[in-house]
């Protein structure tokens, strides 16, 4: 017999949605009513359009929006950001907005997520975002950093993207509890595509919640 989850709402229970602290606003300054504008779509749409669980409503901002924005400080001065797989927006939504001065490719293989992300960069008027449907493996172009969340662990990770990294470009993953193992296991994966060993960030976001970025760099040209 199936047992029910006790953070998942019963039903005929309200979903109530995480609302923003003082700190989480701050840390978006004027791009706060827009990452606002992007929760509210979520929690609106989010579950009917299979991009997040009824569960996920409760720490939707602290899981989700403000978990994506631990990439940031690790991200090129200028130039062109390749988010893969996408799906959601996170982190690429996130980045675009706290980072206006940067191109971002929101890269998602599955039409309706990119139909998704094509609402979302409409609604919030985001013109340094570009929705592509397609695959990692699919891209030609060269990016300035590449980001990625919960799309495969490191390995597989490195190989789908070390051919998009420019010299001095950096794989920047979002990472959880097994961060430093899949770090392990990807040793000689890095090691055979040239790349600089992986550093492994840990960022306190809003709420003192650790958040683990794992950095994966292409050494600049000499």
Request: charged share 25%; net charge negative.
């Amino acid at each position: 017999m199936a047992t029910l989850d006790p953070a998942a709402p019963q039903p005929g229970e309200p979903v109530v949605v995480e609302e923003p602290t003082a700190e989480m606003r701050a840390m978006f300054g004027p791009a706060f009513s827009a990452a606002e504008h992007f929760a509210h779509m979520l929690a609106e749409e989010g579950e009917l359009r299979g991009l997040v669980g009824p569960r996920e409503l409760p720490r939707l901002w602290t899981r989700h929006i403000v978990n994506s924005a631990a990439v940031v400080p690790f991200l090129p001065d200028h130039g062109r950001v390749a988010d893969i797989g996408s799906g959601a927006g996170f982190p690429g939504i996130v980045v675009a907005l706290l980072r206006p001065d940067l191109d971002v490719v929101l890269v998602e293989s599955m039409e309706r997520r990119t139909q998704w992300l094509d609402d979302v960069v409409a609604q919030l008027d985001l013109d340094n975002v570009t929705v592509r449907r397609a695959r990692a493996e699919e891209l030609r172009a060269k990016y300035d950093a590449v980001t990625a969340r919960a799309v495969a662990n490191l390995s597989k990770l490195v190989r789908l993207t070390s051919p998009l990294l420019r010299p001095g470009a950096s794989l920047l993953a979002l990472k959880g509890a097994r961060a430093e193992a899949e770090v392990a296991d990807a040793k000689y994966v890095i090691k055979r595509a040239r790349l600089e060993p992986a550093v492994i960030h840990e960022v306190v976001t809003p709420g003192e919640e650790v958040t683990k970025v794992v950095e994966v760099r292409r050494p600049a040209s000499r």
